[in-house]
């Protein structure tokens, strides 16, 4: 496996122990179910609305936590958004990093932060593009697991169809994109921070219009800015904007994008060092594409108190329609 890419998850590692402090305990957790990679073994007790944010489980024995905020209904509609780890890290690390938690209660949305599975280094990762992060060869269905998840989410509380969201990190970035290659139906909006869609246009046959958000540092040395191998018996990955005009292709949008302007989602950058890059022309209905380009940002950010906000605002911003 690429030495860089596997150095990622130290440095990751190692800049979760530094925002560790910040990270807050879980509040409860409810019983779970069976069932790998589906909807067909048994989720916790059904919710009910109250005063305080509880925790329910899903996903068998491939379990993960779904945090619900306080004064939830379960029979209103509401939003779910979920985020998926870079690899080698988990879903409790990418939370301390992202810091999610907050905007859910702020914004009242359901969240879940699941676990890839295993690989022969013994570390995390999900079957994503051809490009990342499958390096033994894995079967695993993550497509499959994840539209589980969100199965048996909906089967305890009402899930609003219509504001459905995956982001993710590197290797979560690409399972992002290849959520949105492959349940365009399900999903109103994907964010990847550091992934990138299939290179070859023939494998993503996303049926409806999707809004996307590619976020990409321009030093970084991991996943390419410009594009590149994480390893050199995997295929390639496109470039941020090649990716980004990938989906505004595919969205029916025009390929002159406009200036969104700027921000500061950056901690360690001075000023507002992310541009943004809007593709919104001619846009089918529900679809979008838009470029963040955070200059001189390595692979691992240091993100400020701004970039939680920022990314839910533009996610939250494009629901289905």
Known sequence: ???????????????????????SDPVSTTGGGGGNGGSTGTAGSTGTAGNEATEITVGGDRATTVYVPAGIDPAKPTPLVVLLHGYGASGLLQEILFQLKPEADARGFLYAHPDGTIDGDQKRFWNATDACCNFYGSTVDDVAYLSGLVDEIGKQYKIDPKRIYFLG??????????????????IAAVASLA????????????????????????????????GGQVDPNVPAYPSALGTTEFWAQKNGCGLTPTDAGKLDIEALLAGDETTRSSYTTGCKTGGTAELWTIEGCAHIPQLGPGFAKDVMDWLFAHPKP
């Open 1 to 23: 496996m690429n030495q860089s890419f596997n150095r990622s998850f130290s440095l990751l590692s190692m800049s979760i122990v530094l925002l560790g402090a910040c990270a």
């Open 169 to 186: 990190h590197s290797n979560g970035g690409f399972m992002s994109h290849r959520m949105a290659c492959e349940r365009s139906d399900m």
């Open 195 to 226: 992934g990138g869609v299939y290179t070859d246009p023939a494998k993503c046959l996303a049926a409806k219009p999707i809004a996307v958000l590619q976020i990409h540092g321009t030093a970084d040395d991991t996943i390419l800015y410009n």
